[in-house]
């Protein structure tokens, strides 16, 4: 038996997803730009695809732009937005995804904006009477606050957070990576301006994803070329990627109750039986507070030195893939720039365990019992 835990990073195409796409990758090959029938029939699909992720959404289909995935939907929504609207600050935190803090970061160091970081507490929350705070200082700025963190899980209230950026004129991106197709998102009711979605997180193929722009904004594009995408992208569409999206988001949305309780379930099993099998054991983030963490996630703190990398080998060598970093000494660039920001303890080994409808308890068992057994043989060396 082989695991797969690290369903943060990316997840196993989903059949069903598959099967919508092959035609698009045999029978359906017009360029969707050509105005003849094969041009046209492959057109068609893709403007189908938007329509069915803007209902999913409860939005219009022409707030959604396709691209190659959650890095550039970041990226298009910060740095267009305050090239086109003349931001500025930018308000984010230390705990963002590197796809937003590398952008703010060279955007900050170009000169182009004032970068203004919200305070995370111990357990990984973000501070929102600090951010309203420093949006009295700076309204009108640019705030990009991630949904749910991608190694530690904690989920930012972005309701609370969009209607205080209304409040003060700022301009709302959340990084929803990991809550794309996993929460129920309803852009009629939550205040943002910018939300994006990353194919690969929900069983959808690789290497496509989408950018949701609020219609009050008028941006120009990240990627200059043709008119495609109503002019917002230029270049080709990845169209099977498109089908494979929509259709991954489509079944997500259809199950997403029944999956939640499943994955949910396997991580309270998980938590229950590291606590009784390991003793000392810990874990970064607030996983114990299920609706303020993202359930598809658990980044477990061990009782031992090893290096992050070594465990992650071991553990891999014991057929379990997981991921993880370690807090390492701050200012290094090794090491997990999350667990550095929420200050865990550099002499722990941290591991993040991500689950999806796939995995199972037996699963759960085996890699609870190959990690107690790793700490076993690290206590006696
Ligand atoms: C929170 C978050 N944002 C952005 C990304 C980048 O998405 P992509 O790999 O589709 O570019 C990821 C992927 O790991 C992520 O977890």
Redesign the pocket.
Known sequence: MRVYLDN??TTPLDKEVLETMLPFMTEFYGNPSSIHTHGREVRSAIEKSRKTIAQLLNTSPAEIVFT?????A?NTAIRCSIEALGIKHAISSPIE?H??LHTLESLHKAGRIQLHMVEVDKKGYINLNHLEELLKQYPKSLVSL?H???EIGNVTDIQLAGELCRQHGAIFHS?T??TMGHFRHDLQKLPVDFI?G?A??FHGP?GV?FLYINAQNRIQPFIHGGSQERNMRGGTENVYGIIGLAKALEIAYRDMDEHQQHIQRLKSRMIAKLQTEIEGIAFNGDPIQSDKSLYTVLNVSLPIAEVGEMLLFNLDINKISASGGSACTSGSEIGSHVLRSIHANPERASVRFSFSKFNTEQEIDFAVQTLAEMYKKEKVA
């Open positions: 943060a990073a190659s995935g959650g890095t550039e970041d995804h796809a937003v991630m749910a963190n991608n990084d990576v990991q994006v990353a690969h997180k690789k994803g």
